[in-house]
């Protein structure tokens, strides 16, 4: 695995601790705050890991076709979570755990897209302990 993907992989958990740290200090007035900021990063990483697979699937000989199904769907699933903040409905608690529960079912594709070769040999040791942390403390930022 290149050291720097590495590096800057696990230093892309930073925004998510400094939300969980503000959020167990119970700081009312920052609250809502790092929530959202929390949101909007687990959006941006979900979405991104959808352009990660779309360039897997557009460098492949003849990419199969749920990938590329499956590289749209971090984006739609984003968009889909913003709705209720779009409509006075309770945000953001619902919206961060669907985003936290597809970080962390999005291995699934990282699994099977290692099978057929479409991913470096190293992919999978940096992203299942990647989508873990972020996806669980989406989750976790809803509970808290």
Do not use: C, K
Not at 117 to 140: C, E, K, Q
């Amino acid at each position: 695995m290149p050291p720097l993907a590495r590096l800057l992989g696990y230093a892309g958990l930073l925004p998510h601790i400094a939300v969980v740290l503000v959020l167990l200090e119970r700081n009312g007035e920052l609250r809502f705050s790092a929530l959202a900021l929390g949101y909007a990063y687990a959006v941006i990483i979900l979405s991104f890991l959808g352009g990660m697979w779309w360039g897997f699937a557009a460098r492949a000989t003849q990419a199969p076709g749920w990938l590329w199904v499956a590289a749209v769907t971090p984006s739609l699933i984003a968009l889909g979570s913003a709705v209720p903040w779009a409509t006075g409905d309770p945000w953001p608690g619902p919206s961060l755990i669907v985003v936290g529960a597809a970080l962390l079912l999005s291995p699934v594709v990282d699994w099977r897209l290692a099978q057929r070769g479409l991913v470096p040999t190293w992919w999978l040791r940096l992203r299942i302990p990647l989508s873990v942390a972020l996806g669980t403390m989406t989750v976790a930022m809803a509970l808290l």
